[in-house]
């Protein structure tokens, strides 16, 4: 990832830790190679460059006093404009300097996760209304390191051909593999929408299997709404995000809502979610090279199973990527 691509990459939103964990400390996070950290004032979450600005010492080793943050190492306090309000050494009546301050992120809450965007916001954060609905149960899974590129990660939750090789009995049928035909594929503007069918086990009934309708709704650089609709009408629907955390490591969330077994816990849900994560992960991590190459000669392509990954390069091309992701 070169530089130009890093910092393209650095004007879109991506979650960097769960809202639970953000609490009266605070909170390292890493984006984009940027070491982040997150503290809580007034309320609301601040992200700031965890940096501070006299001698370098990581601002997430310290503290929140009132509604300030404060260095561990000389006691330097900021506050949420990230301008320092305090320096202990120093007779309160001597001015502080102006560039005394460090550098703020964007920041923001939404499906109980914290965004963060370390330039100037291209796209908002994907909209589901169902998260906020009455009749849906919402749960996260994630944080989920995987050490790989976040695109290899978003290709891999997009890719239908592996289902049922890595996935048999729960996501796909390895007796009885299907032919994957040229999906339909509609595009616009940073993001594309295709659909399939699935073999699917139950998430609440284990040995019941059914063939589902699968909806993925694919808004670069990395996030997906995806749907897996049920033959009766039972729907899981679930906002999928990878934050690139550096070259060749990456971070997974997803929030997810279902209409049925409002009453049970979603034990059930987030086990088999971290199981397929996991039958992914070391096959993904294994990919070489780690980050997706967005070259066409680098790898081979063949039309039909692999379609949406190619309109996912292809569309990595028209976003401005030039480097391997």
Not at 60 to 72: A, D, H, R, T
Not at 97 to 125: H, M
Not at 204 to 222: C, E, S
Not at 234 to 252: A, N
Request: hydrophobic share 35%; aromatic share 10%.
């Amino acid at each position: 990832m070169d530089e130009a691509t890093r910092a393209l990459l650095a004007n879109y939103w991506y979650p960097v830790a769960l809202s639970s964990e953000v609490r009266d400390k605070p909170v390292a996070a890493r984006l984009l190679d940027k070491q982040v950290v997150l503290w809580r004032s007034h309320g609301s979450i601040n992200a700031f460059n965890d940096l501070c600005i006299h001698r370098g010492t990581r601002l997430s080793l310290g503290w929140i006093q009132g509604n300030e943050l404060v260095c561990p190492y000389h006691g330097w306090c900021y506050g949420r404009d990230g301008q320092v309000t305090r320096i202990p050494a120093i007779p309160n009546d001597r001015p502080i300097p102006g560039k005394a301050r460090t550098l703020k992120y964007q920041c923001t809450e939404r499906y109980g996760l914290v965004f963060v965007c370390l330039g100037s916001p291209k796209l908002p954060i994907y909209d589901v209304p169902e998260f906020e609905q009455q009749g849906f149960g919402v749960h996260i899974v994630g944080p989920a390191h995987w050490k790989t590129g976040a695109a290899r990660s978003m290709e891999n939750f997009m890719d239908e051909a592996h289902l049922p090789w890595v996935h048999p009995g729960a996501l796909g049928n390895r007796d009885a593999v299907p032919i994957i035909p040229r999906r339909e594929v509609k595009e616009r503007n940073s993001a594309f929408y295709f659909e399939c069918n699935s073999e699917v086990r139950s998430r609440t009934d284990a040995g019941k299997v059914t063939l589902n309708r699968l909806t993925y709704d694919i808004v670069l650089p990395f996030s997906v709404y995806h749907e897996n609709i049920y033959p009766n009408g039972d729907r899981v629907i679930d906002l999928f995000f990878v934050s690139p955390d550096s070259e060749r490591e990456s971070t997974r969330y997803m929030v997810v809502g279902r209409n049925f077994a409002l009453d049970e816990p979603p034990d059930k849900l987030i086990r088999f979610t971290n199981e397929i994560w996991e039958q992914d992960r070391a096959l993904v991590e294994s990919q070489r090279p780690e980050e997706l190459p967005v070259d066409w000669k680098a790898e081979l392509h063949i039309g039909g199973p692999d379609g949406p990954s190619m309109v996912y390069r292809k569309k990595l091309i028209e976003l401005g990527v030039k480097d391997d992701l």
